[in-house]
């Protein structure tokens, strides 16, 4: 008996053949998608019923075995548009795409994709259609995810400061046309912080979802509610004025700080601040609106009006000319750190002879609720001012763990400041976060000043020596005073010395800078440091840095600090 040489299948296009059986479905598989077959008599075929089963979450269920079984499952639009999609295969080689929800026996309504193509069958003038149904559902919920996100915050469900703004200047348009009153108020929470800092910051956020929903059942349709910061929430009140403040007041007291708020700690309580305005009179767009309740609750004494709400009046119109925006208090930082407004800007230090991307230096950018980014030269004096600088570092090291985790092949150089060293609580703590890296921990380094070290160099010390047993690289910023710093470094055991900037910009063309940092490359290669150069912008600098034996280079001439790095490049 002679056997029948099998041949390989072939492609849809009829052209190349395609890969084993099974090692087609498993590419099928890793797409979510599973092939079908309509023949001209309406047959319904499923080539691999097995995956069809598991990608439609339909393993004990019956698969339609009828085009028209199947559109029997499509909700009435994606039938509507899946029925458009058929009619236009009018020639052989049409193609079509249709995106829908089908609702499986157990009545799961799952998001797939159709995508067909119309052709002859085999010694017939019969059509037929071929194609893949993928389930797209986790991209959708991604999308719905994202959509939802644009107006809401994450935390609460609130809405958030964009949805706000629409909120606030409909109100003034809608006021002004109907000749109305409305308020708009922001509520600041005044002991949040102290919360967070005393039963940690999953109680507070506990504790914050727990008064949005007592705000959303204070007011009234169609008032409107949102998170504007951290610690800051807004409210429009339609149809009202500067009269019925006391009555809403006394009802927000009696809901949100005078009832408990319970919690594993036991009851809790809440205080705030409050402040209004009014639309359409003061307010005339949502950028006043927000402009004038934080001047009023910045200057609650200020004004004619007193009481338990701060009211903005036009007597308070002189202070709006102060650069209030530019001015960071310790509620434009820790609403920025509540609100996740903190976040990471990476920049490139490249090696010097290669140019190839060594590390990244992570600094910190503050996002105010206008959607301002301030750098980190314009708020860490000011953290430092208030005691708040040891969050910073806290927040800046969660963030850059994230990608250290995400991206195995990045290496990561990190500021820490002198209020965490030399605070042991700090300190401890924030070794505790690295020592959580695990393996990861190789990657970093850590940046202290060489003010810093100078000033306290025992806790320097003893700082540099814990994080470097955990597999750390130490190495001091804006480094300049010469061989007595070189003495205390070797305190520290630093890994690198970063060359101040004020040494490095237009070096090529100052002789007396030239021979500063060539002396700084000797000592630091008799200890066997490494030497980084600042703000380089320019090829004469780079091209002299290199000659004189510096190590890496750090400057815009490599790249901007950036929120979105390019990871591609592999770090050495």
Same mark, same amino acid.
């Given at each position: 008996?002679?056997?029948?040489?099998?041949?390989?299948?072939?492609?849809?296009?009829?052209?190349?053949?395609?890969?084993?059986?099974?090692?087609?479905?498993?590419?099928?598989?890793?797409?979510?998608?599973?092939?079908?077959?309509?023949?001209?008599?309406?047959?319904?075929? =499923?080539?691999?019923?097995?995956?069809?089963?598991?990608?439609?979450?339909?393993?004990?269920?019956?698969?339609?075995?009828?085009?028209?079984? =199947?559109?029997?499952?499509?909700?009435?639009?994606?039938?509507?548009?899946?029925?458009?999609?058929?009619?236009?295969?009018? =020639?052989?080689?049409?193609?079509?795409?249709?995106?829908? @929800?089908?609702?499986?026996?157990?009545?799961?309504?799952? =998001?797939?994709?159709?995508?067909?193509?119309?052709?002859?069958?085999?010694?017939?003038?019969?059509?037929?259609?071929?194609?893949?149904?993928?389930?797209?559902?986790?991209?959708?919920?991604?999308?719905?995810?994202?959509?939802?996100?644009?107006?809401?915050?994450?935390?609460?469900?609130?809405?958030?400061? &964009?949805?706000?703004?629409?909120?606030?200047?409909?109100?003034?348009?809608?006021?002004?046309?109907?000749?109305?009153?409305?308020?708009?108020?922001?509520?600041?929470?005044?002991?949040?912080?102290?919360?967070?800092?005393?039963?940690?910051?999953?109680?507070?956020?506990?504790?914050?979802?727990?008064?949005?929903?007592? /705000?959303?059942?204070?007011?009234?349709?169609?008032?409107?509610?949102?998170?504007?910061?951290?610690?800051?929430?807004?409210?429009?009140?339609?149809?009202?004025?500067?009269?019925? /403040?006391?009555?809403?007041?006394?009802?927000?007291?009696?809901?949100?700080?005078?009832?408990?708020?319970?919690?594993?700690?036991?009851?809790?309580?809440?205080?705030?601040?409050?402040?209004?305005?009014?639309?359409?009179?003061?307010?005339?767009?949502?950028?006043?609106?927000?402009?004038?309740?934080?001047?009023?609750?910045?200057?609650?004494?200020?004004?004619?009006?007193?009481?338990?709400?701060?009211?903005?009046?036009?007597?308070?119109?002189?202070? &709006?000319?102060?650069?209030?925006?530019?001015?960071?208090?310790?509620?434009?930082?820790?609403?920025?750190?509540?609100?996740?407004?903190?976040?990471?800007? %990476?920049?490139?230090?490249?090696?010097?002879?290669?140019?190839?991307?060594?590390?990244?230096?992570? /600094?910190?950018?503050?996002?105010?609720?206008?959607?301002?980014?301030?750098? &980190?030269?314009?708020?860490?004096?000011?953290?430092?001012?208030?005691?708040?600088?040891?969050?910073?570092?806290?927040?800046?090291?969660?963030?850059?763990?994230?990608?250290?985790?995400?991206?195995?092949?990045?290496?990561?150089?990190?500021?820490?400041?002198?209020?965490?060293?030399?605070?042991?609580?700090?300190?401890?703590?924030?070794?505790?976060?690295?020592?959580?890296?695990?393996?990861?921990?190789?990657?970093?380094?850590?940046?202290?000043?060489?003010?810093?070290?100078?000033?306290?160099?025992?806790?320097?010390?003893?700082?540099?020596?814990?994080?470097?047993?955990?597999?750390?690289?130490?190495?001091?910023?804006?480094?300049?005073?010469?061989?007595?710093?070189?003495?205390?470094?070797?305190?520290?055991?630093?890994?690198?010395?970063?060359?101040?900037?004020?040494?490095?910009?237009?070096?090529?063309?100052?002789?007396?800078? @030239?021979?500063?940092?060539?002396?700084?490359?000797?000592?630091?290669?008799?200890?066997?440091?490494?030497?980084?150069?600042?703000?380089?912008?320019?090829?004469?600098?780079?091209?002299?840095?290199?000659?004189?034996?510096?190590? %890496?280079?750090?400057?815009?001439?490599?790249?901007?600090?950036?929120?979105?790095?390019?990871?591609?490049?592999?770090?050495?």
């Amino acid at each position: 008996m002679v056997r029948k040489r099998e041949l390989p299948d072939k492609a849809v296009a009829g052209r190349t053949p395609s890969l084993r059986s099974e090692e087609s479905t498993h590419a099928l598989s890793l797409l979510k998608a599973t092939p079908f077959l309509i023949t001209e008599t309406d047959s319904l075929i =499923w080539p691999e019923p097995n995956l069809t089963k598991t990608l439609l979450r339909a393993k004990q269920g019956h698969l339609p075995q009828t085009s028209s079984e =199947w559109g029997a499952i499509l909700e009435r639009q994606g039938l509507q548009a899946r029925a458009k999609a058929l009619r236009g295969l009018t =020639w052989d080689g049409a193609q079509y795409a249709v995106q829908y @929800q089908i609702t499986m026996r157990d009545a799961k309504q799952i =998001w797939v994709e159709e995508r067909g193509e119309r052709f002859a069958g085999q010694g017939s003038k019969a059509t037929h259609i071929r194609g893949v149904i993928t389930n797209i559902q986790s991209e959708k919920s991604s999308a719905d995810r994202a959509a939802y996100l644009a107006a809401h915050d994450e935390l609460t469900g609130l809405w958030n400061t &964009a949805r706000l703004s629409e909120g606030l200047d409909h109100a003034i348009g809608l006021s002004k046309r109907n000749r109305s009153t409305a308020l708009f108020l922001r509520l600041r929470l005044s002991n949040l912080e102290h919360l967070n800092q005393t039963y940690g910051y999953e109680i507070g956020d506990l504790l914050l979802v727990s008064l949005s929903e007592r /705000l959303q059942e204070t007011i009234r349709l169609p008032d409107m509610v949102a998170r504007i910061g951290g610690v800051s929430f807004g409210i429009i009140i339609y149809e009202t004025g500067d009269e019925n /403040l006391e009555a809403f007041e006394k009802r927000l007291r009696d809901r949100l700080s005078d009832t408990p708020y319970k919690s594993p700690h036991g009851d809790l309580y809440v205080e705030y601040d409050i402040s209004s305005t009014l639309l359409a009179d003061h307010a005339h767009s949502s950028f006043d609106a927000f402009s004038q309740t934080r001047l009023a609750l910045e200057n609650p004494n200020s004004g004619p009006i007193s009481g338990p709400i701060s009211k903005y009046s036009s007597d308070m119109g002189t202070m &709006a000319s102060k650069p209030a925006r530019n001015k960071v208090t310790e509620e434009t930082i820790l609403d920025a750190l509540n609100d996740r407004r903190i976040s990471l800007a %990476y920049q490139p230090i490249v090696d010097a002879r290669t140019r190839e991307l060594h590390h990244y230096e992570c /600094l910190l950018r503050l996002r105010t609720e206008e959607g301002e980014i301030v750098s &980190a030269a314009q708020f860490i004096m000011a953290s430092e001012r208030l005691g708040l600088v040891d969050l910073l570092d806290r927040r800046a090291l969660a963030l850059a763990s994230e990608t250290l985790r995400n991206m195995p092949d990045v290496h990561v150089a990190l500021n820490v400041s002198a209020g965490t060293i030399k605070d042991k609580d700090a300190a401890d703590s924030y070794i505790a976060a690295l020592r959580a890296l695990g393996p990861a921990v190789n990657r970093v380094t850590l940046e202290l000043t060489e003010t810093v070290a100078l000033e306290d160099p025992a806790m320097a010390s003893r700082f540099s020596v814990e994080t470097r047993s955990l597999g750390c690289k130490f190495a001091v910023d804006d480094f300049g005073a010469g061989y007595t710093t070189f003495r205390n470094l070797m305190a520290i055991e630093a890994d690198a010395i970063k060359i101040d900037g004020s040494f490095i910009q237009n070096l090529s063309r100052n002789p007396n800078n @030239q021979t500063f940092v060539r002396m700084m490359v000797d000592l630091a290669q008799t200890f066997s440091v490494k030497t980084v150069a600042e703000m380089v912008d320019n090829h004469a600098d780079a091209d002299l840095l290199k000659r004189l034996g510096v190590d %890496y280079l750090q400057g815009y001439m490599f790249g901007i600090p950036s929120a979105s790095p390019a990871w591609r490049r592999e770090a050495s």
